[in-house]
DNA sequence: AGGCATTCGTGCGCGCGTTCACAAAGTCCG
DNA sequence: CGGACTTTGTGAACGCGCGCACGAATGCCT
C-alpha cells in the first residue's frame, strides 16, 4: 500500500464522474463482487471504458492486465481522493419546504455528510424538530459552525434571501456551498459554490422536447459532467 | 419581427446557460429596465461577456450595437428558443419526502412546469393531497400522461425502484425524465435525462476542501453547465 | 454632419476532455 | 512452461468550448 500519493491535479469532469464510480462500486461490493473491468464498470456508469481507465488512472496504477480492478480497494481509493475517509458535517439554512426534505433524508448522513444542524430566520420555525434535529435560529450560525467544525453549508432559503445566507456562512468560516436558490451567489475567492438549479434542468428538458417536436426524432448529445444522458 | 428561424444546432453548453440568462432577463424586466449589455448581463450571470455574446448570437443578432439587448425582446427569443412559449407538464413518479416538497413547491407551475400530477405505488400514500393535488396511483400514469399531454417525468423514488419508475415513464410515452435517484437510468433511444444528484454534487465539494486541507489555499475551477462558480 | 464612444458579432488560437488504438503486462490453461 | 487471451495504461488525434481581440455597426454629442 502507497504511503503517500503525489497529488496531481484531477480534473473537474473526473472529479464529477468519481462519485458515480464510487457509489457503483460499493453496490458492487456488498453483492460479493470482488473484481471489475473498466467495461463492466463502464456499463454500469453508462460511459466510455477508456474514460474510465483514465479517470481512475489519477488515482494511480491500481488496475491488473488481464484482470480488472479489485473492488473494494478502488473504493478505498476513490474515497481518498475525494477526502471521505472522514465525514463533513453540513448546516442547512432555511427550514422551509425544501430543508426539511433534506434535512429528514437519511441518505447523507449514509455517505457521510451528516446534518450538523438546521437554521433559519423565521421565530415560528425555530424550535421545532425535523427528524431528530432541532430548527436554530440563524444567529447560532457561528457556534455551529465552529464547535461542529462545518465547512459546507446548504443554502435553502427563498432566492431574495439567498445572498444574505451566502454572506453568513462564509463570514461564519464555511467555504463549501450547495446552493438550491435560482440565484448567482457571490461568494469571497477560494470559496466553492455548486449549484443545484430545477427550473434549469426542466428548460433543458424542454428545448430538447421542443427540437424533437420540430425536426424529426434526433439523438441528444449526452450532457457534460455527466448529468445528462440518453441511451 | 423574423418569421421563421433556421434552428441552428444551439451547443449544449449554451443551452444549459440559457436559462440562467432567462432568469436575470425576467428579473431585470421586473425592474424596469429595458435594456442590457453583454457586460451587464455577464456579470449578474458570473460569466465572460464574450461567452454571452456568442450565447445570445445563437438566437440570432438581436443586440444593437453601441447600446445592447432590448431585454423583453431577448426574454421573448430564449423563451421561444427553450420551448416555453407553452406550458410542459410533469408528472412526478414517488409521493415521498422529496416528492411532496417538489409537488409542493410553486415555483415549477410559475416556470412553465405545472404539475400534471403525483402517483405513487404505495395504497396508503394514494389519494392524499399535497398542495391541491391528489397522488394517484401508479397504475393510473398511462392515462395522466395521455390525458393531460405530459412529456416530462421526475423520477423521485428510492433508488431501487428508479428503473421501474423509468421504465413506465418511457413505457407510458414521456420522453423526458428528470432523475433524482442516485443510479443511472437505462433508457430507449431518443429519451432524455438529467439527473439531479446531491450526494455527487456534495462529494464534489468534499474533494476541494480536502484539497484545500492538503496544500494551500488555491482558487477553484468553476464547473461545467454553469453549475459550479467561484468567484 | 462629423467624429467619438460604445457595444455587438465573430474569427481565431488555445486548452481541455473524449475517444481510439495499441503496446505492455499479467492471467489462465493445456 | 509457453502461448493465447484478456485487460490495463497511455500516447495521439480529434473536437468542442472558451476567451481574446478586433472590425463593424450604431448612438450620441458637439
Ligand atoms: N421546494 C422545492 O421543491 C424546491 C424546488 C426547487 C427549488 N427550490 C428552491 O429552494 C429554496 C427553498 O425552497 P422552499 O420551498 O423550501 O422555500 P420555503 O419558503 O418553504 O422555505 C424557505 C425557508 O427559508 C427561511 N428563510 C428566509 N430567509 C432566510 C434567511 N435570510 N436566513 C435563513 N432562513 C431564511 C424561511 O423562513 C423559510 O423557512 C428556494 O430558493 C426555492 O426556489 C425549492
Ligand atoms: N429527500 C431528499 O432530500 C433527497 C435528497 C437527495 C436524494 N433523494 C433521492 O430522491 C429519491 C426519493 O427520496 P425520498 O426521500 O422522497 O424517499 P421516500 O422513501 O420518502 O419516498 C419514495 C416514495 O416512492 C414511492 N415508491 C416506491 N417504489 C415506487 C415505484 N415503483 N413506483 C412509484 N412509487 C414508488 C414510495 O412509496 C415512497 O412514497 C430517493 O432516490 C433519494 O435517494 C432524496
Do not use: C
Not at 456499463?43 to 471504458?49: I, R, S, T
Request: charged share 20%; no cysteine.
Amino acid at each position: 500500500m502507497p504511503v503517500e500519493r503525489p497529488r496531481r491535479r484531477i480534473p473537474e469532469a473526473t472529479v464529477a464522474r468519481l462519485p458515480v464510480y464510487l457509489r457503483i462500486l460499493i453496490e458492487q461490493a456488498n453483492e460479493e463482487v470482488e473484481s471489475i473491468s473498466s467495461d463492466g464498470l463502464a456499463e454500469l456508469a453508462g460511459v466510455n471504458a477508456a474514460k474510465v481507465r483514465k479517470d481512475l488512472s489519477y488515482l494511480g496504477s491500481y488496475g491488473t492486465r488481464g484482470v480488472g480492478y479489485e473492488v473494494a480497494f478502488l473504493v478505498y481509493q476513490i474515497r481518498r481522493e475525494l477526502g471521505l475517509t472522514h465525514d463533513w458535517p453540513v448546516v442547512i439554512v432555511g427550514a422551509g419546504n425544501l430543508g426539511q426534505a433534506l434535512a429528514g433524508y437519511g441518505g447523507f448522513g449514509q455517505r457521510g455528510f451528516p446534518v450538523a444542524g438546521v437554521v433559519d430566520i423565521d421565530p415560528s420555525k425555530v424550535g421545532s424538530v425535523i427528524a431528530g434535529v432541532r430548527v436554530r435560529h440563524i444567529d447560532d450560525l457561528d457556534q455551529i459552525v465552529q464547535t461542529r467544525h462545518v465547512n459546507i453549508g446548504v443554502v435553502a432559503t427563498p432566492p431574495s434571501a439567498a445572498q444574505d445566507a451566502a454572506d453568513r456562512l462564509t463570514r461564519a468560516g464555511v467555504t463549501s456551498i450547495l446552493n438550491f436558490a435560482p440565484v448567482v451567489l457571490a461568494v469571497p475567492n477560494g470559496i466553492s459554490v455548486r449549484k443545484v438549479d430545477l427550473a434549469v434542468e426542466l428548460q433543458i428538458l424542454s428545448y430538447y422536447e421542443q427540437r424533437r417536436m420540430g425536426v424529426g426524432l434526433q439523438a441528444i448529445g449526452s450532457s457534460d459532467s455527466g448529468r445528462g444522458a440518453s441511451a
